[in-house]
Structure formats: C-alpha cells, structure tokens
Nanobody
C-alpha cells in the first residue's frame, strides 16, 4: 500500500494550491480519509477528513478556505486550499483508515510566504 502526496509548493499569502494523494495497492473507496499537517516544532494535526459515513470535518483554522474531496474512479484524494496564510506553512500528509490498518502518505511541503 502506498499513498503518494503531491501538489505542495511555495505560494504567496492569499494564493491557492491543490494537493493530491494517489493510492496504489489499495483503494480509498468509502473508507475514512483525511489530510493532516505538521508545522516546524509542532505536533501533527488534522486539517480535514471524511469519515466512513461521508461526513466532512474541518479544523477551525481552515474552515471556509479548504475543501477535501475524493475521486473514487481516479482513486485520488484532494485538498483544495484557498486563501492561504503563512500559518498554513507545514508538511501535509494524506491518511487512509481501513480495517486492515492506517496508512500515511510521505508528505508534501506547503510554504506560504511573500
């Protein structure tokens, strides 16, 4: 099982990025999925997730700016990030929870800076 995250980069405040997470060796299906992030010197925190009952959850810090979605046909998880702020700078990780275990992508770095 591999989750390959991509789409990170350097963006100015107010800009947008779309992160992608492609799965191989497994499928996202309707399992619980999510995006987490870890800023320098801080613990990993949840950014957004979709539970197995398809309920979406967003951290207060990103509500109204970020949108999580998945394409079952492409077997890819997305995180659309708009209105980026310097505080969003972090390594972003995708996550999949299945009955067989929990899986993490390798992380993609997002840097918001002018």
């Amino acid at each position: 099982v591999q989750l390959q995250a991509s789409g990170g980069g350097v963006v100015q405040p107010g800009g947008s990025l779309r992160l992608s997470c492609a799965a191989s060796g497994t499928t996202f299906g309707l399992n619980a999925v999510g995006w987490y992030r870890q800023a320098p010197g801080k613990q990993r925190e949840v950014v957004a997730r979709i539970s197995s009952d398809r309920t979406a959850y967003y951290a207060d810090a990103v509500k109204g700016r970020f949108t999580i979605s998945r394409d079952i046909v492409k077997n890819t998880l997305y995180l659309q990030m708009n209105g980026l702020e310097p505080e969003d700078t972090a390594i972003y990780y995708c996550n999949l929870v299945k009955k067989t275990g929990q899986y993490w992508g390798q992380g993609t770095l997002v840097t918001v800076s002018s």
